[in-house]
């Protein structure tokens, strides 16, 4: 077995070996730094930091001091490990960046009280008490502030541009009085810090055409005073067109002390090893495999890389100190089809990803009942302003844009407006999108917010609960009551405490439930479909009355139950009409349009019935005031019994007149 692990070593450290140039034929290598390429980066973890120190601190609490020597902008996470910490021990941080930071605080459920001193900087730390203080430029002033402040710390560090720091909070540091930092100090006991290298060089052929090309990575921390030093080693390539191609030759050069045991853990198999030390391969779960023997020199590296045959120095980064390295590489893959890559002249891909992680750390979005609101701090973004510029913030919907109110870019939106999608009912997802000067491309933030939870107290006309949503209650009629609660809470259950119709008619309200039980024979619990919906049914009665319409109020209450949450009660309240259609509605036919038109017709026969009665009047009078004209009276009218009238109208005078 362990010649099979011998005969691996040498396919994966020999391979390579002295095959067809010699270091004669290879071009002058002068290296270069890459300050402008983003496909190798160097990542690496250690605990040694430029300047620290430990002691006994305060009697009544832990004081640790993180200063950041730091040149631009930053993003930094803070991971707090709080197992050791005593519980009623109170813990404070002093940070101070001498460049503006945005610090994230992650740390496990505890009931550790926590307090952050922060300078220069923004926090994010749920649950934790956080004040400014002035800001400073010199590590030691920051020091001498915190031992005035607090009566003496437990730890300081300083640290140059970390992307992480992990902190063990609780451990017994040191029994030093004083903490009086040293050089390059090792701060094993309580904190690990990540770090990407920017001091990567290359030496590529005239043209930059390659196709086969080695990295060295020079580890320059000293040997340990007894034992080994062991480090793990990661290398992740990626194809620029994918995964299916062909990788192109590589080889590895890892530099460092001969007591350094070399642990890899992923790689891709067809790299090849140039180590010094001893090395073993976590994937065959090898034993130690023995090294070669490497120059301790920049120009002797090189040259190992070009006696086996890799004429381009595609990287080559020295490490001060670390316990973990990974080595990311973005190749374009033998094979594959080449992509294109645009590489903007500013730092715009470094500068997205911290807007977005701005904008996401202070999470200025918050769902209520049917709206989505933005309120995005101006205060949040004002460190950027001598880098970019902000036009415009909208939603995904362009025509849903904020407001400046002068503080703040704020937004109100519905839920079913401005393309916001609403997963599962509880679940509402959006994006904010960036307009930036100097930059062309726009920056989108995506984010989801859960809405609150809510009881819906719903009345419908039919037994399938398919049909219109209603507010009436029919008297002597069924009507089907549905309550439903909308939670992001997957286990969480209802069930109907007690629910009463209360009308304007009646003193007291009818109970419908009451204890989670029907309180009459006209109440029945019905098949709901979910744990978070309850239906029933409930026929209203009334004898005698003599309403047709009332106004009424349906009250229900429930409980919901949960085991993360524990229950809770809600209580939903829905205004109803009551319609009894026995009793006619009172005053239905004689509204004010009947009235009217009743009145109407009244003035309008009244007026034809004038009318005709003046026609018969003014035709009917003229005839009536005319003599009548008769004929001579007959023989026997002559003899007259009265002879004066008789003598009168026979004389000549009055014939001739008559005539």
Known sequence: ????????????????????????????????????????????????????????????????????????????????????????????????????????????????????????????????????????????????????????????????????????????????????????????QYLEASFASHNIRSCLPPGGHHEKEAHILWLKQPPPESGKQEVGVDIKVTCRAGTSATLPEMLLVLKSHDRLLWSFGQMPGTIKLAVSGKYSLKMFNSPELEGEQLPASEEGLIQAAHGKDFASIASFTEVPSAKSLTLELVQDCVGSTKQAVSKPPTEAPSLIKMIQNLVTECQPWRCLDNTMEIALPKDSLKHLQSLLQVSEVTLQDAS???????????????????????????????????????????????????????????????????????????VNEATYVQLSLRTANKEAEVEVEDCSLYTSHQASPQLLISRRKPQSYAVKFLTSPSPKIHRFSFVYKVAGEQWSVAPATLVCRLWVNSESQGPHEFESVLEVTLKNPNIPIRGQELKIGTVLGITFGAFLIGVLLTGALWYIYSHTRSTAKRPPVSADPPASESGSTNPSIGSTQSTPCSTSSMA
């Open 1 to 188: 077995m362990k010649m099979v692990w011998h005969l691996a070593g040498l396919l994966l450290a020999s391979g390579a070996m002295i095959l067809s140039a010699s270091p004669a034929t290879m071009p002058s290598c002068t290296l270069q730094p890459l300050t402008e390429n983003r496909d190798t980066k160097v990542l690496y973890t250690t605990s040694k930091v430029t300047s620290g120190c430990t002691s006994r601190g305060p009697e009544d609490l832990d004081v640790h001091v993180l200063y950041l020597n730091t040149s631009k902008l930053s993003i930094l996470q803070l991971n707090l490990n709080v197992a050791a910490a005593a519980r009623n021990r109170k813990t404070v941080f002093v940070l101070n960046s001498v460049t503006y930071a945005f610090w994230k605080v992650n740390m496990e459920d505890h009931q550790l009280p926590l307090s952050f001193a922060v300078s220069n900087g923004h926090i994010n730390a749920t649950g934790a008490e956080i004040n400014s203080i002035k800001p400073t430029s010199s590590s030691h002033d920051l020091l001498a502030w915190a031992k005035a402040e607090y009566g003496g710390v437990s730890s300081f560090a300083e640290l140059e541009t970390p992307e992480s720091i992990n902190f063990h909070v609780g451990k017994v540091l040191s029994s030093n009085e004083d903490c009086v930092p040293g050089r390059d100090f090792d701060a094993k």
């Open 400 to 474: 849903c844009k904020t407001t400046d109110n002068s503080t703040h870019f704020v937004l109100k939106s519905l839920l079913e407006s401005c393309s916001t999608a609403v997963e599962g009912g509880v679940l509402a997802k959006n994006k904010l999108v960036f307009s930036l000067a100097p930059l062309t491309e726009k920056v989108t933030v995506p984010f989801e917010c859960t809405l609150p939870e809510k009881v819906f107290l719903q009345l419908y006309p039919t037994p399938d609960f398919s049909s219109t949503q209603t507010t009436v209650i029919r």
